[in-house]
Nanobody, 128 residues
Framework: QVQLVDSGGGSVQAGGSLRLSCVAS????????MGWFRQAPGKGREFIAG????????SYANSVKGRFTISKDITKSTVYLEMNNLKSDDTAVYYC?????????????????????WGQGTQVTVSS
């Protein structure tokens, strides 16, 4: 059981930065894998990044590697998505997510993790 509240979205110019936050709560929330997804208008949900509460490993979509960084602060029950060098194609509703690993690969993408808990979403708009 995990409850997620995400926030931090807004409007930013291309090349700018934003940091999204997701506060997790619930029974054994720290045992879940945490991730970020986004959904642009007219498109399907896209995996962006994932990580565990412990360790340093993280997984990223190719479209955001080198620009986005997922991190966490277990003392605040919060996972972050630092977004740098934003592009217009990054415009989307961003969702925090939590789930359980399905495999033992050590990857946190949505193939290896069954993400099933979701935040309400926060809008990110990037203008040229």
């Amino acid at each position: 059981q995990v409850q997620l509240v995400d926030s931090g979205g807004g409007s930013v110019q291309a090349g700018g930065s934003l940091r999204l936050s997701c506060v997790a709560s619930g029974r054994a929330f720290s045992t879940y894998v945490m991730g970020w997804f986004r959904q642009a208008p007219g498109k399907g949900r896209e995996f962006i990044a994932g990580t565990a509460w412990s360790g340093r490993r993280a997984s990223y979509a190719n479209s955001v590697k080198g620009r986005f960084t997922i991190s966490k602060d277990i003392t605040k029950s919060t996972v972050y998505l630092e977004m740098n060098n934003l592009k217009s194609d990054d415009t989307a509703v961003y969702y925090c997510a939590a789930g359980r690993s399905k495999y033992y690969s050590g990857s946190y993408n949505d193939v290896d993790v069954e993400y099933e808990y979701w935040g309400q979403g926060t809008q990110v708009t990037v203008s040229s």
